[in-house]
């Protein structure tokens, strides 16, 4: 099957409900994946930017049907809350390199500390569960977990003049330790989860349903997107790779794969036509095929820059211009520049989605300032 890049969009368009199409949080197919977090409120403004109506609150913390929890490479995301087990046993290192990779040691380190990978990573489970009982600041966690590490899986800390656990492996062992993140909180609050259960061993069906999640919701894609997304080595994800659900896809000559039973919605979908401002976090934007959805790479640098992401603009499914929001008083301003001229009627559109933003936000108003 052969596709080009605006019929992909299209259908992913649809696949992630960008369409206004649900009500609930819950229901969102996004959290198949995972929604990312991070400063700005990024995953309150993938909520606002897909429910019918943006919630009054963001709909995820301790006691809420959706958690906040280190997961995917490490970094903060919104999961339901009954599905955390299951995505941490799809997240258990595969492998002595996999357990390395996800403790961003390399190979000699792990070698010097006479502790294989994986037992590293086990035990900096163990000492997480055993640290973590209430809610915990992460300085105060990393104290105590250092304190029981073996000595060689400490790292010196030039910051701090001292050696303590890595950052990465606390992040890494945090949800198959059953730990969850108290939002807007700064430094992080964990917090443990006294239901979790917790794997000892990669759980290959587990493993499998995320990497048809990631090709339901950004496909058609290849094993080596999936295996960036997920954070997982490419290496050991083909061994559990689900080719018998899948099927080949031409997305402008570049060979992909989507699940086989998506290929008639795929066939028939077609650019959308509506105007969204979303986060620069945005599961929309979190596809590893980046040139698909801005084939112009000079723009590339300006839309993912290594620190502070600005948020896009998104104009029947295509990546139109960037935003940046600022705060003074009680008012949002968001700067939008678009990358070409705009007709009217995307600006009025920018004026509306800008009010979600503020309602996302909490601001009491929202000016909206063009260029480009």
Not at 94 to 113: F, Y
Not at 310 to 331: E, M, N, Q, Y
Request: some cysteine; glycine content about 8%; charged content about 25%.
């Amino acid at each position: 099957m052969r596709v080009d890049r605006r019929t992909v969009l299209g259908y992913r368009f649809r696949a992630q409900q960008l369409d206004r199409s649900v009500r609930a949080p819950g229901r969102l197919r996004v959290l198949d994946i995972g929604v990312q977090d991070g400063a700005g409120g990024q995953a309150a403004l993938a909520f606002a930017a897909r429910l019918e109506a943006v919630p009054a609150a963001p709909p995820f913390g301790p006691d809420r049907p959706l958690a906040l929890a280190w997961s995917l490479r490490g970094a903060p995301y919104v999961h339901r809350r009954g599905e955390l087990d299951r995505v941490a046993a799809g997240l258990y290192p595969l492998s002595e390199a996999d357990a390395a990779g996800r403790l961003n040691e390399t190979g000699p380190s792990v070698a010097r500390a006479g502790i294989p990978a994986l037992q590293q990573y086990a035990l900096a489970v163990e000492v997480m569960r055993e640290v973590v009982r209430a809610p915990v600041a992460k300085g105060a966690a990393s104290t105590e977990a250092t304190r029981r590490l073996p000595g060689p899986m400490r790292r010196p800390c030039r910051a701090c003049g001292t050696e303590h656990i890595s950052d990465s492996a606390m992040r890494a062992a945090a949800l198959t330790a059953g730990i969850e993140l108290v939002p807007d909180t700064a430094p992080p609050v964990l917090q443990p989860r006294p239901s979790a259960k917790v794997p000892d061993r990669a759980n290959a069906a587990a493993l499998r349903r995320l990497a048809l999640s990631y090709l339901t919701l950004l496909g058609p894609a290849t094993q080596a997107d999936v295996a960036d997304y997920l954070g997982v080595r490419r290496a050991d994800l083909a061994e559990h790779w689900p080719k018998d659900e899948l099927a080949d896809v031409e997305v402008d000559g570049r060979r992909a794969v989507l699940p086989a039973e998506l290929v008639d919605e795929l066939a028939g979908a077609e650019p959308p036509d509506a105007v969204r401002l979303l986060g620069g976090m945005d599961p929309y934007l979190q596809a590893r095929d980046r040139d698909v959805l801005v084939p112009d790479r000079t723009l590339h640098k300006a839309l993912w820059p290594v620190l502070g992401r600005p948020g896009v603009l998104l104009v029947d499914g295509d990546v139109a211009g960037i935003w940046r929001p600022k705060s003074s008083a009680h008012t949002l301003t968001l700067q939008v520049e678009a990358f070409a001229p705009l007709p009217p009627r995307v600006w009025s559109g920018v004026e509306q989605e800008a009010e979600r933003i503020r309602a996302a936000r909490g601001a009491q108003r929202v000016d909206v300032k063009r260029s480009g």
